[in-house]
């Protein structure tokens, strides 16, 4: 079994931030295992880059103001 060697740091900026450092190719790994490379999931992030350039977004504080 391959082993993923992640560190966790906690940020002075923020209680609520977290820095994560892990080794390139086991990122690739990683987001390859959870299907981040796969064509259908690339387009979504094209189409994202595109509609963040056009100012079409909105800030939320936290995942409960998507529930609204």
């Known amino acids: ?3 993923l060697a992640i560190t966790l740091k906690a ?3 923020s ?3 977290i820095l994560i450092e892990m ?3 086991k990122f690739e790994r990683l987001a390859a ?3 981040l490379f796969n ?5 979504s ?3 994202a880059e595109k509609d963040y350039r056009a100012g079409k977004f909105k800030r939320i ?4 103001e998507l529930r609204k």
């Open 15 to 17: 209680a609520r931030k």
């Open 1 to 3: 079994m391959a082993s």
């Open 39 to 43: 064509p259908a999931f690339l387009k």
């Open 61 to 64: 504080g936290s995942l409960k």
């Open 33 to 35: 295992s959870l299907g």
């Open 23 to 25: 080794d390139a190719d």
């Open 45 to 47: 992030v094209d189409k």
């Open 11 to 13: 940020t002075k900026d």
